[in-house]
């Protein structure tokens, strides 16, 4: 099977107040890192929504079909553009990731799923870190022109694999508010102040 990555970037960033997909983070704005992260895939997309193109990176950025429909848009819009047989899909929220995480939920993508699903220690899904297949996107279609934006109706509907990872060990960390982006922030300066003492 085929597999591309889509990045969805296209969101309000209601709860940042900012367009948290160009926050900086490790010398890279939060797409720059994922697409730094991703770079291996072959089939490259960023989801912008319905947002200016301004990212400065070398992937295929793609507007919404339907837009103001939120993740659902954006992800649908990536599935009706591949080429590929699925896409992995990483929303920039989650600038932290690693690798890792797809090479593990790769492993449960077979001939008879649709989708595959990381849920956390803590018991919450993630369907915007997972695998699609690309005619998961006929579904979402559906659902978006009946006024339905909800994502994890959409795995109700379709072959769905839910998978158990810890979050510490494959980066799950979201960043969605002023109070998560400093908090990042703070414990990345503690790092380098502790780097720096042990250098002495």
């Not at 948290?20 to 890192?33: R, T």
């Not at 793609?62 to 993740?71: F, L, M, R």
């Given at each position: 099977m085929t597999i591309g990555c889509v990045i969805l970037a296209g969101g309000k960033s209601s709860r940042m107040g900012t367009d948290?997909?160009?926050?900086?983070?490790?010398?890279?704005?939060?797409?720059?890192?994922l697409c730094e992260t991703f770079s291996f895939f072959e089939e490259k997309i960023i989801a912008r929504g319905d947002k200016e193109k301004t990212v400065d990176v070398t992937w295929s950025v793609?507007?919404?079909?339907?837009?103001?429909?939120?993740?659902i848009g954006g992800l649908h819009a990536a599935l009706q553009a591949c080429q590929s047989e699925a896409l992995f899909c990483a929303a920039c929220d989650t600038p932290l990731i690693k690798r890792a995480i797809y090479d593990r939920?790769?492993?449960e993508m077979t001939e008879d799923t649709d989708v595959v699903i990381p849920v956390?220690?803590?018991?919450?899904y993630h369907p915007l870190c997972g695998i699609y297949r690309k005619t998961v996107g006929n579904i979402m279609e559906e659902q978006i022109l009946g006024g339905n934006n909800r994502m994890m109706q959409v795995l109700?509907?379709?072959?769905?694999?839910y998978v158990n990872i810890n979050?510490?060990?494959?980066g799950i960390y979201n960043i969605n508010t002023p109070e998560q982006?400093?908090?990042y922030i703070k414990k990345k300066n503690r790092e380098i102040s502790f780097d720096k003492s042990s250098d002495i």
């Open positions: 948290k997909a160009l926050l900086s983070i490790e010398n890279h704005n939060f797409i720059q890192k793609i507007s919404d079909i339907y837009p103001h429909h939120g993740p939920l790769a492993m956390t220690e803590d018991g919450k109700k509907k379709v072959r769905t694999k979050s510490i060990e494959y982006y400093n908090l």
